[in-house]
Structure formats: structure tokens, C-alpha cells
């Protein structure tokens, strides 16, 4: 992708991904980002981490996609039981006097609830293998930590990420024995926020991983379950024998037990010594979130497969890219790729993160908690189908014919960079190829252009209120001032509700009672200049807005009306 966010650079042809940047960079609102595979998500959320100015956490299912998505685990942030969640659960209510209220479920440190009551943007990445109970206890806990209840999410900006065609909800018979009479259906679209509180909705459109145009479109027919009988024999004419000389093919299979069997056959059959490299392991770090092998066993000839991007200058490896180990050094492992130079590959680290809130800096800060040191390497003659997940593949064997989940054979076939690349260990049967009508459904709801550009001014002048709120509060006048000014120009609030309430309650903290005339009710004194004092807080503001009043000027007289002590 041309996208180089290390310098900012976009791709100004992918209009689709420029949007969603600017809905989130420069909008409150909540959004759903999707897109085919190798559309650029993992790219879109990397952006987004990078260039954000807002408090943000990133958060995952599993805990290797939180330390690939350089966050934390949804269980472990929110430190959620994994037993599901029904309406009317006790464990979400704060009034009950049941042992297992939600101040007894949840028993957050004075440290963890601060990160929460101060986050902005929550981005939740492969939000498709997150049940739907969990996303309506998230939304419960930012509504009480918050102190927001009557807003979706806590007020906080969510940034669903995931394609539902590829990755499904995970859950066992028994939770959704469970659910299943509560929710429609598993899906975190089929939580009730969803049902009351849409977010808006982009999927990106341009593919990077695939360059031919019917290689594209046959895996959109298999992504939406709309193969011909056409597909059906193009895809079962690459049931072919791999090239015996050729040792850069990776095949996915759909089982653990099919993965290791190949990958133990074949490092058997290599001649020469296993070479075992032990992981360092230093601080926190849980072994079920260990990103490669604890005990990496190796032979030479052995084919690998990098478990990380190469960010050093010269990028010699990414994340999926195939390989074959050449030697074994004191100063790392050399592997050889096909029309390259050798590799020496040092080994790497991946941390183990967790949010604190920096009150100096008033901001969420990541503090690493643990690192895991190992080659960042895996055998890979064989791998799973989940775990190429994000993945791609030049040369690729699909062993798909025991795929049992929805999106599974899509998933497998669209890692492949091209057509030809592809071949088929066993043949494709039109029932292996499976989408949930309530992915299709649902996927028929992405935002159109005309509303979308609605939602997101809306969008913008609610950051812009918020931001104004949060500097009134601090004391920060001219830049609450400003806020508003900016926020006016996009929507017009001053007449609504909030906005007086807003007013009122400043004033009332502001105001001393005892120099009105005695003679008079107190109470019915302060009504009437509370009700002049607003009628002027909204003048000013539209005058400033209109370039009216200058911006210092406006900020003194709103002092003397409300009495704000501001910050000089």
C-alpha cells in the first residue's frame, strides 16, 4: 500500500480510507471499518495510532491479535468475566443489592478507572470474533465510568474494525445455549446498543494484495457466497501437484492436528541437527499470549515463515513473508529467500502493554508490562487458516475441504497474491463456501455518502461542544471560546437544552446570592438574571462567530457574565 505512515503520507486515490481518517481524527461519532482482505485495515488502524491526538486504547478478542494491534486484550482492559452477560444481569447493575452487583464484578484500581474516565477513542480490532454480549457490557462500563448513561458507549468515540465475512464471533454451544434467547444472533452488530445506536459505516474499496481484476472479483463471489458453477471449476482447475523443486509454497489447512503433523513430517525428513532456541521471557507477559514459539526446534533447510516486519532500514522481512533457513550463526539465524540476498535474522521483541493515565500530561500513556525475546520465526509448511489471518502468500496450497466455519474458504483463498500462485490440495464443493445471511444483511447497511457527510459534521460540532466543555471546566475560557465558535459554524446548539443547563450550572456555581435586595425572593431574582446572562452568552458567542466581537474581547465579557475563573 503507497500508504507510509511514518511520514504521513496518503494514498490520494483511496478515497474511502482518507475518509475514515477524517472521521475519526476530526469527529466524536462512532464508525465501522471493514473491507475485503488485503483492503488495508491493518494499515488503517497502524494510522490511526500513530497520528491520533485523542486518549485512545486499543483493545482485541484474542491476545495475539491485541499484541499484533500493539494493544490489550478486551478481557484484560475491562477485566471482563468470560461467562456471558443477559439482560438484566446483576453484574451490570449498580443499584442491586445482590453479592454480584457491578461495583463487586468490577473491581477496578483507582489507576484503571482514571484510564477509563479518560478515554476519547476506543478501537476495538477483528471486532467480528467478538461475541455480542461483550459489546453491551463494554458500552455499560463507559456508561457508568463516564457518568454518561444516557450515551451510547459513555460518549466515548468507538472504532469497530474487522470484516464479518472472514473471522466469526468466538463462541461455544453453551454460551449461546445461553444467548441465544436474548440476542438474535451472535454477532456484535446483534448487541442491543447496535440496535439502538448505529455507527456510521465505510468499507474500503481499493485492494492492494491482489492486482487482477478477475482473481478480485471471484473472491468477492466467494466472500458473499454468490459463486457460479463457473467459479466452482475455475477454482477446482487449480487442483494441480506442486512443483516438486519449488519450496516456497505454504499450505493452509483448516485444523491445529493438520498444521503440526505436516510441519513435524517434514522437519523430520531434513538431515542435519535440531538447533532449540529458548524465549526470553522477562516481566509480565501470559503464555497464552506468547506471539511465537516458546521452544523454537530448527534444522537447517527447514522452511520458515517471519512472525514480524523488519523495521529497520532496509525491511528485509515482513510479517508472513517465507523463507528458508541457511544456517545457524552466533550472531542469529540466516535464512535465504528466493531471488534475495541472505538474511541474518536477530531475534526480536514483542511487549506486553498495559494503559495508565499520565495526570501530568494529561494523557492515556502505554507502560510496558512484560517483553517476550525470540526468533521471529515459525515453521511454515503448514499453517492454520486463522492464523494467516492479515497475512499474504505469493505461492499458496489451500487444504480447505474440511472447513467448518462461515468465511473460512474465503479466508484461506484470498491470501494469495495471485491466481496463478494458488493450488488446491483438494477440490472445492459448493457447500464448503459459507456466508451467515446476517453478515449479508448487515453488510448491506454501509453508510451512503449523502448521509455519511451529514453524520460526520454532526460529528464534528459534537467533538468541537466537548472539547468546549472539557476548557470551560479546566478554566481554559479563550479556548473553550474557540471550541464553540468552531463548533457554531458546523451546528448551531446555543438554543438546545444542554447548552442551558450548561449555563445555568456555571452560573449557579459562580453567583453569590447575598447581594440581591433582601426585600426581594433570591430565587426569583436569580431566575431573571440567569435568563438575561444566557440571552447575552449566546449574542457573544454568534457575534464572535460572525467575526463580530474579537476572540479576547468575548472571552472577558463571558467572565464577568458567568464568572468563571479562567486561567491567564
Known amino acids: 500500500m503507497s500508504n507510509q505512515f511514518n511520514h504521513l503520507d496518503l494514498d490520494p486515490e483511496n478515497l474511502e480510507f482518507n475518509e475514515a481518517v477524517d472521521f475519526v481524527h476530526n469527529t466524536n461519532s462512532s464508525l465501522y471499518l471493514t473491507g475485503k482482505a488485503g483492503s488495508g485495515k491493518t494499515t488503517f488502524l497502524k494510522y490511526i495510532k500513530k497520528t491520533t491526538k485523542k486518549n485512545a486504547v486499543i483493545v482485541a478478542p484474542t491476545g495475539i491479535a491485541a ?40 473491581q477496578y484500581r483507582k489507576k484503571k478507572r482514571k484510564v477509563i474516565q479518560e478515554l476519547e477513542l476506543l478501537i476495538i480490532d477483528e471486532v467480528s470474533m467478538v461475541r455480542c454480549d461483550i459489546i453491551d457490557v463494554i458500552d455499560r462500563i463507559l456508561r457508568i465510568e463516564k457518568r454518561q448513561r444516557d450515551f451510547p458507549f459513555g460518549g466515548v468515540q468507538v472504532l469497530f474494525i474487522g470484516d464479518a465475512f472472514q473471522l466469526p464471533p468466538i463462541i461455544n454451544d453453551n454460551q449461546w445455549n445461553i444467548l441465544c434467547e436474548f440476542y438474535d444472533g451472535p454477532f456484535f452488530f446483534n448487541s442491543w446498543v447496535f440496535d439502538g445506536y448505529a455507527p456510521s459505516y465505510i468499507e474500503l474499496k481499493k485492494i492492494y494484495r491482489q492486482k487482477e481484476q478477475g482473481f478480485i472479483d471471484l473472491l468477492n463471489r466467494v466472500r458473499t457466497n454468490e459463486v457460479t458453477d463457473n467459479d466452482i471449476s475455475m477454482l477446482n482447475g487449480r487442483l494441480i501437484t506442486p512443483p516438486s523443486d519449488d519450496k516456497e509454497f505454504i499450505t493452509l489447512a483448516t485444523h491445529n492436528i493438520q498444521v503440526n503433523q505436516t510441519n513435524a513430517r517434514e522437519l523430520e525428513k531434513l538431515q542435519g541437527d ?38 529497520a532500514t532496509h525491511k528485509r522481512y515482513y510479517n508472513g ?27 526480536a521483541a514483542w511487549e506486553h502493554i498495559i494503559y495508565e493515565y499520565d495526570r501530568e500530561e494529561k494523557k492515556i500513556t502505554e507502560k510496558v508490562k512484560g517483553t517476550f525475546t525470540q526468533y521471529p520465526l515459525r515453521l511454515a509448511w503448514s499453517v492454520t487458516v486463522h492464523k494467516s489471518q492479515g497475512l499474504s502468500f505469493p505461492k499458496l496450497i489451500a487444504d480447505v475441504q474440511g472447513a467448518f466455519v462461515a468465511g473460512q474458504v474465503y ?12 493450488i488446491l490440495k483438494s477440490p472445492i464443493h459448493r457447500n464448503c463456501i459459507t456466508s451467515n445471511p446476517m453478515v449479508i444483511e448487515f453488510a448491506k447497511k454501509e453508510t451512503n455518502q449523502h448521509e455519511l457527510s451529514r453524520m460526520k459534521n454532526d460529528g464534528k460540532a459534537d467533538l468541537r ?18 471550541e464553540v465558535i468552531e463548533a457554531i459554524n458546523l451546528r448551531d446548539d446555543l438554543d438546545s437544552d444542554m447548552f442551558r443547563r450548561f449555563v445555568r450550572y456555571k452560573m449557579i456555581k459562580g453567583m453569590k446570592l447575598e447581594k440581591f435586595d433582601a426585600n426581594v425572593n433570591p430565587w426569583v431574582e436569580l431566575e431573571k438574571e440567569m435568563e438575561r446572562a444566557l440571552n447575552m452568552v449566546k ?26 475563573e479562567s486561567k491567564q
Open 67 to 106: 499484541i499484533n494491534a500493539g494493544g490489550q486484550t478486551i478481557h484484560s482492559f475491562f477485566q471482563i468475566p468470560f461467562s456471558p452477560f443477559i439482560q438484566g444481569d446483576p453484574r451490570l447493575d449498580t443499584k442491586t443489592k445482590d453479592a454480584q452487583n457491578y461495583y463487586q464484578t468490577f
Open 274 to 311: 535440531i538447533h532449540e532456541f529458548e524465549a526470553t521471557i522477562s516481566g509480565d507477559f501470559p503464555s497464552n499470549n506468547f506471539p511465537a514459539e516458546h521452544f523454537l526446534r530448527l534444522k537447517e533447510g527447514a522452511q520458515i515463515m517471519f512472525l514480524k516486519n523488519d523495521y
Open 321 to 347: 513473508k517465507i523463507g528458508v533457513v541457511q544456517s545457524f550463526t552466533d550472531d542469529g539465524i540466516v535464512v535465504s529467500c528466493s531471488g534475495e540476498d541472505p538474511i541474518l535474522v536477530e531475534k
Open 411 to 422: 479466508v484461506a483463498l484470498s491470501r494469495c497474491t495471485t491466481f496463478s500462485g494458488l
Open 465 to 482: 461542544y466537548r472539547r468546549a466543555i472539557k476548557e470551560f471546566n479546566n478554566g481554559e475560557i479563550k479556548k473553550a471560546v474557540t
Open 539 to 564: 449574542l457573544i458567542l454568534r457575534e464572535t462567530a460572525e467575526q463580530n466581537i474579537p476572540l479576547d474581547r468575548a472571552t472577558e465579557e463571558l467572565n464577568n457574565l458567568v464568572h468563571l
